[in-house]
Each structure stands twice: as structure tokens, then as C-alpha cells.
């Protein structure tokens, strides 16, 4: 999976870059969809970001 974090901590554009088999995408993207992130005041502020997230499923 790779995403963009928003600097409001959502992630958005999520897309699926590689898969083995792909009955789980789209619950994939949605439980991505559901994650929030949270940045430090004290670090940055209004950052954006892209991340890659790699599960393998056995």
C-alpha cells in the first residue's frame, strides 16, 4: 500500500502498488483510510508525507 498523510493526519490517495493476491485490497484501503496520525507541535507543523506500508499475508 502507499498513502499521503495530509498535515490534518489523514491519510488520502491510497493505492494498492503491489499485491499477491487481491481479494484483500479493498479491505485493505479501507482499514488504511481509518488510520490517523498525529504529529508533535513541537517537531512540524502542516507537514505532508507519502508512506509506504508492506503486509504480507500468509
Known amino acids: 500500500m502507499r498513502y499521503d498523510v495530509g498535515a ?3 491519510p488520502e490517495n491510497i ?3 503491489q499485491a499477491r493476491n487481491d481479494c484483500f485490497d479493498k479491505e485493505a484501503a ?3 483510510a481509518m ?3 498525529e ?3 513541537r ?3 502542516d507537514l505532508e508525507t507519502t508512506m509506504t506500508f508492506d ?3 500468509r
Request: charged share 20%.
Open 55 to 57: 503486509q504480507s499475508y
Open 30 to 32: 479501507i482499514a488504511v
Open 35 to 37: 488510520w490517523r496520525y
Open 39 to 41: 504529529v508533535s507541535d
Open 8 to 10: 490534518d493526519g489523514v
Open 43 to 45: 517537531v512540524w507543523t
Open 15 to 17: 493505492r494498492v502498488i
